[in-house]
């Protein structure tokens, strides 16, 4: 295990949206060895997810979205996801019930923080704060479909028993939807 570390250099590679950047590091390990990583590095803000569901009809609720980096990697049209974005300044709970109105049209007046994760620590330094939220049909206020130019998104609610299986058939993998998924299931959220 790492005892030290020492970054002893740093390239920016590119600079566009998020900070990509070549970067040199000393690890001091608990037996005094030491070794040299260099690793490219996605300086990706911090963002928040909730997974909206209704205990009483035991649905979850998802959006569907196109990912340009799902579509390269194996030709993805859409991925199942929960609703997620950027911190943007906010704090993380702020963030979930913000995207919560924003991709599906449900006002939520809270939701319960579930655990954070850092969804590829070996090259992101990306934390995702994930939240779950119970809402019921009434909660339903707004369009949703999302607010940015470059995000379009359709709601779809799936019976709980049905997303279980959506992640073992390979219709849901996004990382952060199948932790909080799992999570439900593992909280008793649906009973």
């Given amino acids: 295990m790492a005892t030290k570390v020492q970054i002893t250099g740093e390239e920016t590679l590119a600079n566009g949206?998020?900070?990509l950047t070549r970067t040199r590091a000393e690890i001091e390990e608990a037996d005094g060895?030491?070794?040299t990583l260099t690793?490219?590095?996605?300086?990706?803000?911090?963002?928040?997810?909730?997974?909206?569901?209704?205990?009483?009809?035991?649905?979850?609720?998802?959006?569907?979205?196109?990912?340009?980096?799902a579509?390269?990697?194996e030709g993805a049209l859409e991925?199942?996801?929960?609703?997620?974005g950027m911190l943007d300044g906010d704090e993380p709970l702020a963030c979930a019930l913000r995207e919560a109105w924003e991709e599906t049209g449900v006002r939520l007046a809270t939701a319960r923080h579930a655990f954070d994760a850092?969804?590829?620590?070996?090259?992101?330094?990306?934390?995702?704060?994930?939240?779950?939220?119970?809402?019921?049909?009434a909660d339903r206020q707004g369009a949703g479909g999302g607010v940015d130019a470059d995000e379009r998104t359709e709601t779809v609610e799936i019976p709980f028993a049905q997303a279980l299986s959506l992640i073992g058939s390979g219709a849901i993998r996004d990382a952060k939807t199948i932790a909080l998924i799992y999570y439900a299931k593992a909280e008793g959220l649906f009973g």
């Fill in 17 to 19: 949206r998020f900070r």
């Fill in 33 to 35: 060895l030491r070794r």
């Fill in 39 to 69: 690793h490219e590095i996605y300086h990706h803000g911090n963002a928040a997810a909730v997974l909206l569901y209704d205990p009483d009809r035991r649905v979850v609720m998802l959006v569907k979205q196109f990912r340009l980096a």
């Fill in 71 to 73: 579509y390269l990697a």
């Fill in 79 to 84: 991925m199942l996801e929960v609703c997620a």
């Fill in 118 to 137: 850092f969804s590829t620590p070996g090259a992101l330094t990306e934390k995702i704060a994930c939240f779950v939220a119970p809402y019921r049909l």
